[in-house]
């Protein structure tokens, strides 16, 4: 099993800066794909920004240009700084990681989440 722990969100003003980080712990082998992924009240949740192991990105149109994903291999840990904020940011972030075992065997996992916050 791999537990998701994320931190950093907040409340913060239309314009400011957030980084959120996101560490996995428990039996790692070997951690795949890691990403953001938002829910807004009433609204499914969507896609921030994902980082292959390899560092290749992927953005959402929505954060491009504002968001920058970035990972510690050795940390075990995925960051999301966040700047320029804008009202429509204001969700619950939550962390994903792909994970394979020694087997090679595959599994999603998700964090609880973390809340921001942007006030206009």
């Known amino acids: 099993q791999v537990q998701l722990v994320e931190s950093g969100g907040g409340l913060v003003q239309a314009g400011g800066s957030l980084r959120l980080s996101c560490v996995a712990s428990?039996?790692?082998?070997?951690?795949?794909?890691m990403g953001w992924y938002r829910q807004a009240p009433g609204k499914q949740r969507e896609l921030v920004a994902t980082?292959?192991?390899?560092?290749?990105?992927n953005y959402a149109d929505s954060v491009k240009g504002r968001f920058t994903i970035s990972r510690d291999n050795a940390k075990n840990t995925v960051y999301l700084q966040m700047n320029s904020l804008k009202p429509e940011d204001t969700a619950v972030y939550y962390c994903?990681?792909?994970?394979?075992?020694?087997?090679?065997?595959?599994?999603?996992?998700w964090g609880h989440g973390t809340q921001v916050t942007v006030s206009s």
């Open positions: 994903n990681a792909d994970h394979a075992n020694w087997g090679g065997s595959r599994s999603d996992y």
């Open positions: 428990g039996s790692i082998f070997s951690l795949g794909t």
């Open positions: 980082i292959t192991s390899g560092r290749r990105t």
